[in-house]
């Protein structure tokens, strides 16, 4: 008899409670993941940035999803992060909120969600997924404080949610609303620039 998968809502949901004390480390988080390390891992660093979060979470989420992005742009079967990244650790209340706040969501779209499109599960169809989410990525790294990463990481968690399920068309839902948050986020980059150099 073969099990079926795991949910990626049950995975987030268990997430938290792995290591002790009141940070919770890179290294655990990769560690929850199993086989299915690349989307679960743009779900994860999707979800603090689908809520209003200070700096530096966007900024960080956006440096990993450079990293991630350009492994699978290059064809890399698995996600790796260097030991110095491993080591890192975020607030296990932030993520705990985060999962809280999103769980109702993510369990709709599990239910919604079907293999479809599944041209995103071949060779050529991740690398140009890694494309768009370096895209993204970039974005998340110039995003308004506080509120501009919200529809980035919106994005990041439907394009992981369809790379979980196999699900074209959540991928393409997801890409669309990055589109806007990068627009967002780029234009805010351009005024401060603009407004830099009127000052000098």
Do not use: H
Request: charged share 15%; net charge positive.
């Amino acid at each position: 008899m073969t099990l079926s998968p795991e949910r990626i809502s049950t995975i987030l949901r268990d997430l938290p409670e792995r290591g002790e004390g009141g940070r919770l480390k890179v290294a655990d988080i990769v560690s929850a993941l199993g086989a299915r390390g690349y989307s679960i891992l743009i779900v994860i660093l999707g979800l603090p940035n689908s809520l209003p979060m200070p700096p530096p979470i966007a900024l960080v989420s956006g440096f990993l999803m450079v990293f991630i992005s350009l492994q699978m742009m290059f064809g890399r079967a698995a996600p790796w992060l260097p030991a110095s990244i491993l080591k890192r650790d975020v607030p296990r209340a932030d993520i705990r909120r985060a999962i809280d706040q999103a769980m109702p969501w993510v369990r709709w779209i599990e239910k919604l969600a079907q293999p479809r499109l599944i041209l995103v599960d071949s060779g050529p169809g991740i690398r140009f997924i890694g494309f768009g989410l370096l895209v993204l990525s970039l974005g998340l790294v110039f995003a308004l404080p506080v509120v501009g990463q919200i529809p980035i990481g919106i994005a990041l968690c439907l394009i992981g949610l369809g790379l979980v399920e196999r699900d074209g068309v959540l991928v393409a839902i997801g890409f669309g609303i990055g589109v806007v948050g990068v627009a967002f986020s780029y234009g805010f980059l351009v005024a401060v620039l603009t407004g830099a150099s009127r000052l000098i």
